[in-house]
């Protein structure tokens, strides 16, 4: 099948859009507005899109209470979402009006940012503490009505790592389990049975791959 995205007339009971890109890392962004009230949700369209410097970016379907606090506050966090902690991220998923503190409604302890002021998950075994640089209205999105989608890229200026999580020196994914999210109401879990290594392959004189 084939379909035109400009008219999705895919005729299919559910878009397959985000089904095919995945699994999609969570952004569990922590926030706080300017009377110091707390705010967390989880965002799926999120991912590192560069290591020099350390940036991230995640994106929000209509103007949410996430991106006006780091527009306001000018930072936010970013706590790992793990297997252990999959039903209190579902619980601040949850469509709660402004000012409602979803870390406490989520029965999450907030701890307060070491390098900056907004608050992270401490049952998390890593976060990523992030300064804004820029806010992107994607075509379409009027602030008027909250409509639309906003990219947030952030500069990652602090991480924490619970010591408990490294192992030979390097983070251990197969402890934390981080989770992913895929299409529909459906996640994933990254563990022992779905991670492998493998080196990059290298060309001979010739320019052909070298096979192992």
């Known amino acids: ?116 002021k907004a608050p992270f998950v401490k049952e998390s075994p890593a976060i990523l503490e992030c300064e804004l640089w820029k806010v992107i209205d994607l075509p379409g999105s009027n602030r008027a009505d909250l409509s639309g989608s906003y990219v947030v890229f952030g500069h990652v200026i602090g991480i924490h790592i619970d010591d408990s999580y490294i192992k030979d020196g390097l983070f251990d994914t197969r402890k934390a389990k981080p989770l992913g999210r895929l299409g529909y109401m459906d996640y994933g879990v990254i563990n022992d049975g779905n991670i492998f290594s493998k080196r990059r392959p290298q060309l001979d004189p010739e320019g052909k791959i070298i096979t192992e």
């Open 1 to 116: 099948m084939h379909y035109s995205t400009k008219k999705n007339n895919h005729n299919l009971p559910h878009d397959p859009f985000k089904a095919i890109v995945s699994p999609r890392p969570i952004g569990w962004i922590g926030t706080q507005n300017s009377n110091g009230i707390r705010n967390l949700a989880p965002y799926s369209f999120f991912n590192a899109i560069s290591d020099k410097p350390y940036y991230v970016m995640f994106s929000s379907t209509g103007y949410k209470d996430s991106i006006k606090n780091i527009e306001d506050t000018k930072v936010f966090s970013c706590s790992l979402a793990t297997q252990s902690l999959f039903d209190k991220m579902n619980f601040s998923s949850v469509s709660a009006k402004y000012c409602v503190d979803e870390f406490e409604l989520s029965g999450l302890t907030p701890e307060d940012g070491k390098y900056v």
